[in-house]
């Protein structure tokens, strides 16, 4: 009878292994996905400030982000995207970016840095720039679902010198940029 109970031990300790990771943590209601789009940004050469002072066309990109969880309240955050920005030119954009979000369930503060590479076509000229960019900005993450994001974004152009073989030839972007984010997180 003893042998039984002790041969049962290992299979109840099991099950209640599994119990307990299928019961969910209320801290843990955090989307993990995210798609939205991007108003000024990183996506290009003109963010949102530039378009307000500067009349340029802002560059408009669609994200998809994937969150992955440090603890309660530190996560990464990767994202892809692709973005147009209508002018003379045609032009876009194809940002990735790694942030740190740290702060409270919906109200999250996030630092990133990330790369676009750009391509810009008119007639039968094109051009070509990898720009560095970084990010300081604010979040909301909805219980629903919206998100919302507004940032500036500093942004060092390699002005076209990376594709040309010049790659020490790099100039830093002038003005304030900036960009606003509406989407929904899953």
Do not use: C
């Amino acid at each position: 009878m003893r042998r039984k109970a002790l041969a049962l031990i290992p299979f109840i300790l099991w099950f209640g292994f599994i119990n307990a990771q299928d019961e969910p943590d209320e801290e843990k209601y955090i989307n993990r996905n995210g798609v939205y789009v991007e108003f000024g940004g990183n996506g290009g050469d003109h963010g949102f400030i530039g378009f307000l002072d500067m009349n340029i066309p802002a560059m408009i990109t669609i994200n998809y982000e994937r969150i992955v969880p440090i603890n309660k309240k530190k996560n990464v955050a990767f994202r892809l995207g692709a973005g147009y920005m209508p002018n003379n030119w045609t032009n876009y954009a194809f940002p990735f970016e790694v942030s740190y979000l740290f702060g409270a369930k919906s109200h999250v503060f996030e630092m990133g840095i990330g790369l676009s590479y750009l391509a810009s076509f008119k007639n039968n000229s094109s051009s070509e720039a990898l720009v560095l960019f970084g990010r300081i900005g604010y979040r909301y993450r909805g219980k629903k679902g919206l998100l919302l994001r507004a940032g500036f974004t500093p942004v060092v152009d390699f002005d076209r010198a990376f594709f040309d073989g010049r790659i020490f030839d790099v100039s830093f972007a002038n003005g304030l940029f900036a960009g606003i984010s509406i989407g929904y997180s899953f």
